[in-house]
């Protein structure tokens, strides 16, 4: 039998649990077989969209004893795996004030389980655990690594593919799995109007420019420093710009009378923040649950939506269910169940809880701020965002298990499993996926995804420096004035009408993936060639490739590919929440769909072993 030639589309995070589940599963049932597996990978292996040449000021999210790599019990990396915690005392790292280097000396201070690490050392550590994988590969795997992007594959009527590279070389494929990631959408129309506009209005303004995206964010270092910087979004990417406007250009934040004090170094800009919504990101609360705790759902359960589920099939022939009217009830029960408890230091008892009036008023307040609200000045709409700011970092200081509202919000992080039962693979009405996709998750992400305390505590220090202000308040519009060569961020309070006014324009969020509009050749390939499709939910597209739930990609006819898979931001529509690592000691999905896909290309190349064989004994006596 030939040689099996495997190819993996992107080495980030999701590639790297592909070639861990290999080592898991050839070892455990060896494949007497010669394969050849081919990476294809622009960067260093592991890193994707972590490279460990980025600022180390730019940091992790969540807590780095809860980030891992590696699947629990596994050959990898034993029963507890290694945590990014782990890896980083394991080399040497130490802490020194706000920054960390590795040391032989035992110099500065011991990395906790507390640390939100740099995502630099994101990278050295995903880089780390991709050699010790590759090490650990039997030795009929054979690896090889192109520094390319692939820009084509082409379906062979034998059943394989030619894989295309960017500098025009093509070689063969029998499997192929796509995990590449975080893509880049297409310029929007609004984009090509910013872009445009700042091109032809540049002689009027030097300092007109426009980012559609500030990564990587060193390309922020071209503006100005009397510039002021309108930055659009104020999730986690926004906190990428300011950090590399201000830390990363020689600003100090420091410790006064409990609370911090920004030190400008004056070569950085004013900023302005807004977004759709203008609500600030909440803080993670400190993390008293431990490297794996989480809290075990009385409502909002796996079996709960399937119940709904079963309902809905009985009443309308339908599993889909309606998001608002169905699910909603059940996570505002269990938010509202243990805001009770920990504020009574007591769990009521299940089966006879029923919210209080005030207890449903707190978890509508936690999810929508702005119900029922008006502001009459842009100053008040001000002081309201600041005291939200300093009212959740209060909240977040006292921990997940001290805070009524952590714990609360923390619920939606711990019932993601149950989420993703209800609305993967269109397990919404169309109608009601898009508000899901388009409202709720957005209201999760502010609350339950936020960053680290420390951030938030900076964005106060800011505005007191004068360095950081808001631009505006809900329903403001981002327009161009020719005139004065900038942009302008428009609101309308009561009878005031408030404009503010920009030299820069970054847009700071993350585009979802869609093969309607990333922008990467390869994408624009499997389209034409109708090897991919989007998924829908009806007319209802929220994003990704279609897949089945074996993570084969489906073509434009509804054929899925039984050599072709697809995983991660990719196939976020299909699937929920794929861009979160595996978290250390428990089963995390990430793990599971490698897992499903490695075991599917395994069993696939038995059978091809077989039919080999048959064929070789059939000619034997022929």
Same mark, same amino acid.
């Given at each position: ?15 790297? =649990? ?37 600022? +180390? ?15 629990? #019990? ?32 035992? =110099?500065?201070?011991?990395?906790? #389980?507390? +640390? ?6 994101? !990278? ?5 655990? &991709? ?34 590279? +960017? ?20 310029? *929007? ?76 170094? !004056? ?7 807004? =977004? ?41 022939? *339908?599993?889909?269910? $309606? ?22 230091? =007591? ?27 008006? &502001? ?48 993967? &693979? ?76 920009? $030299? ?45 739930? +074996?993570?084969?990609?489906? $073509? ?12 991660? &931001? ?14 250390? %000691? ?17 069993? *696939? ?12 004994? %059939?000619?034997?006596?022929?």
């Amino acid at each position: 039998m030939d040689t099996a030639r495997i190819t993996i589309v992107g080495m980030g995070p999701r590639g790297l =649990s592909i070639l861990e589940r290999m080592v898991e599963l050839l070892h455990a049932s060896p494949l007497p077989l010669d394969i050849k597996v081919d990476i294809v990978e622009p960067g260093e292996c592991g890193q994707g969209s972590h490279p460990a040449h980025q600022p +180390d000021h730019l940091l992790t999210n969540t807590v780095a004893s809860q980030v891992s790599i590696f699947a629990q #019990d596994s050959m990898v990396a034993g029963k507890d795996g290694i945590s990014l915690t782990q890896w980083a005392r394991m080399v040497g790292y130490r802490r020194f004030g706000t920054r960390y280097f590795p040391v032989k000396d035992g =110099s500065g201070e011991e990395i906790t #389980d507390h +640390d939100h690490l740099p995502r630099n050392m994101l !990278g050295e550590y995903l880089t780390w655990a &991709f050699d010790r994988i590759v090490r650990l590969l039997p030795e009929n795997v054979r690896i090889e690594h192109h520094r390319r992007r692939v820009v084509d594959l082409i379906a062979l009527k034998s059943g394989g593919f030619t894989v295309c590279l +960017d500098n025009g070389f093509q070689y063969p494929a029998d499997h192929v799995f796509i995990t590449t990631g975080h893509g880049t959408r297409a310029a *929007s129309p609004a984009d090509l109007a910013f872009d445009a506009f700042a091109r032809s209005t540049g002689a009027k303004n030097p300092k007109l420019n426009f980012y559609s995206t500030p990564y990587p964010v060193h390309c922020l270092n071209t503006i100005a420093a009397d510039a002021t910087v309108a930055v659009q979004g104020l999730g986690l990417t926004a906190y990428d710009v300011i950090s590399a406007l201000t830390t990363g250009r020689g600003g100090q934040f420091v410790e006064e009378q409990g609370k911090f004090v920004y030190r400008p170094s !004056g070569r950085e800009p004013n900023i302005l923040l807004f =977004s759709r919504n203008c609500l600030p990101f909440a803080a993670r609360g400190a993390n008293q649950k431990g490297i794996a705790g989480r809290h075990q759902a009385r409502f909002f359960t796996v079996d709960a939506v399937k119940a709904l589920q079963a309902r809905a099939v009985a009443r309308t022939g *339908s599993h889909q269910l $309606d998001f608002a009217e169905e699910m909603l009830p059940l996570i505002e029960k269990e938010m509202a169940y243990v805001y009770r408890a920990v504020g009574t230091g =007591s769990d009521p008892a299940p089966a006879s809880f029923q919210a209080t009036a005030e207890e449903r008023q707190a978890i509508s307040k936690l999810l929508n701020p702005l119900k029922g609200k008006t &502001f009459s000045s842009f100053e008040s709409f001000r002081r309201f965002f600041r005291a939200q700011v300093e009212a959740d970092l209060a909240e977040a200081h006292k921990g997940n298990l001290t805070s009524p509202v952590k714990a609360a919000t923390d619920v939606l992080r711990d019932t993601r499993e149950a989420l993703r039962t209800g609305v993967e &693979f269109a397990g919404l009405t169309p109608s009601s996926h898009k508000v899901y996709v388009e409202d709720f998750v957005a209201t999760t992400n502010r609350i339950s995804f936020g960053p680290p305390r420390r951030r938030n505590a900076e964005l106060l220090a800011l505005m007191d420096a004068g360095v950081l202000d808001v631009a505006g308040g809900p329903g403001n519009q981002v327009t161009t004035d020719a005139a004065r060569g900038q942009f302008c961020i428009a609101n309308q309070f009561g009878k005031e009408q408030v404009r503010h006014y920009a $030299d820069v324009l970054v847009i700071a969020r993350l585009d979802p993936y869609s093969p309607r509009t990333d922008s990467s050749a390869l994408t624009t390939n499997l389209v034409r060639r109708e090897l991919v499709r989007p998924h829908l939910n009806g007319d209802y597209h929220p994003g990704g490739l279609d897949i089945n739930r +074996d993570m084969q990609v489906i $073509d434009a006819s509804g054929e899925s590919h039984g050599n072709l898979w697809a995983i991660g &931001f990719p196939v976020e529509g299909p699937h929920f929440y794929t861009h979160a690592l595996p978290r250390p %000691l428990m089963n995390s999905r990430f793990t599971q769909d490698a897992h499903r896909c490695v075991a599917q290309l395994l069993e *696939s190349l038995r059978e091809r072993q077989q039919a080999s064989r048959q064929e070789d004994r %059939l000619a034997a006596f022929s």
